[in-house]
T-cell receptor
Framework: AQSVTQLDSHVSVSEGTPVLLRCNYSSSYSPSLFWYVQHPNKGLQLLLKYTSAATLVKGINGFEAEFKKSETSFHLTKPSAHMSDAAEYFCVVSRVNTGFQKLVFGTGTRLLVSP | DVKVTQSSRYLVKRTGEKVFLECVQDMDHENMFWYRQDPGLGLRLIYFSYDVKMKEKGDIPEGYSVSREKKERFSLILESASTNQTSMYLC???????????????FGPGTRLTVL
């Protein structure tokens, strides 16, 4: 069965410092992996996705993630945090059920950015 | 841009009421989904639909039903609302069959439902 584990429920950084949000996945086959962001009182927005092309995936707003099969990880990084990055981030793995792709969400990591 | 809209941002209902949550997408997507989001649990799939009048149960369908009479509209129905259905409900849509592994789900803004 496919699953994801987000290793931190909260991450606090200062503006201008690097961001690292950790995600490990479990999948019985080569997965598709996604990171979504949810700003307060907003819906989820796709940051980036991995679908077995390049292992380093670049997303919107300067975020990127690296697929590491040997470590079953898909960590999200950004070189320099901005106040507007404060939000909740979800790591997501897809699973195939009767031919349809369904998503399995992690429990989320809340990113706090201080001035 | 894909747009997914939900009929209400906030909704307050009483226990035992029948509740309808509406979702509309404007990109001719095949697939539509209903999730509920609870703190510490992430998003959990309630139901999804891959075509008009077609539906499949997700991970937590108990207490819910759905309706898809038109391709662009997917309704979530709480037949008899209970307090444990107080939650944030999110609708999503995706292109569907043929898009394979890159099928991306696009989400609406959510409806925060409170059942008293």
């Amino acid at each position: 069965a496919q699953s994801v584990t987000q290793l931190d429920s909260h991450v606090s950084v200062s503006e201008g410092t690097p961001v690292l949000l950790r995600c490990n996945y479990s999948s019985s086959y080569s997965p598709s992996l996604f990171w979504y962001v949810q700003h307060p009182n907003k819906g989820l927005q796709l940051l980036l996705k991995y679908t077995s092309a390049a292992t380093l995936v670049k997303g919107i707003n300067g975020f990127e993630a690296e697929f590491k099969k040997s470590e079953t990880s898909f960590h999200l990084t950004k070189p320099s945090a901005h106040m507007s990055d404060a939000a909740e981030y979800f790591c997501v793995v897809s699973r195939v059920n009767t031919g349809f792709q369904k998503l399995v969400f992690g429990t989320g990591t809340r990113l706090l950015v201080s001035p | 841009d894909v747009k997914v809209t939900q009929s209400s941002r906030y909704l307050v209902k009483r226990t035992g009421e029948k509740v309808f949550l509406e979702c509309v997408q404007d990109m001719d997507h095949e697939n539509m989904f209903w999730y509920r989001q609870d703190p510490g649990l992430g998003l959990r799939l309630i139901y999804f639909s891959y075509d008009v009048k077609m539906k499949e149960k997700g991970d937590i369908p108990e207490g819910y039903s759905v309706s898809r009479e038109k391709k662009e509209r997917f309704s979530l129905i709480l037949e008899s609302a209970s307090t444990n259905q107080t939650s944030m409900y999110l609708c999503a849509s995706s292109l569907g069959l043929g898009s394979g592994r890159s099928d991306t789900q696009y989400f609406g803004p959510g409806t925060r439902l409170t059942v008293l």
